[in-house]
């Protein structure tokens, strides 16, 4: 079982900036597909940013140029830096990984989630 332990989530006022991580003890880090999913009250999750084995990223356009996806292989962590942040972006952050096996996901984790908060 792999646990993916997020931080970073906090209270930021409009226009603000907060960097989320997501930290695990899985050696095979480099190997997972991992990102970004948010859930808003009374709203369905939704993705944010993902980032593939090999550093490919893709953003919602609801974040594109606001938000940036990264990790670091060697630290086994993976980072949402969130600048120019909006009060829709209030929500609960969850990170993911992704193990495939042949184009198929084999194995699906999820951390904890945390809270960001965007005050106006």
């Known amino acids: 079982q792999v646990q993916l332990v997020e931080s970073g989530g906090g209270l930021v006022q409009a226009g603000g900036s907060l960097r989320l991580s997501c930290t695990t003890s899985e050696s095979a880090f480099s190997g997972y597909a991992m990102g970004w999913y948010r859930q808003a009250p009374g709203k369905q999750r939704e993705l944010v940013a993902a980032i593939t084995s090999c550093g490919l990223t893709n953003d919602a356009d609801s974040v594109k140029g606001r938000f940036t996806i990264s990790r670091d292989n060697a630290q086994l962590t993976m980072y949402l830096q969130m600048d120019s942040q909006k009060t829709e972006d209030t929500a609960v952050y969850y990170c993911?990984?992704?193990?495939?096996?042949?184009?198929?996901?084999?194995?699906?984790?999820w951390g904890q989630g945390t809270q960001v908060t965007v005050s106006s």
């Open positions: 993911y990984a992704n193990w495939s096996v042949l184009g198929s996901v084999r194995y699906n984790y």
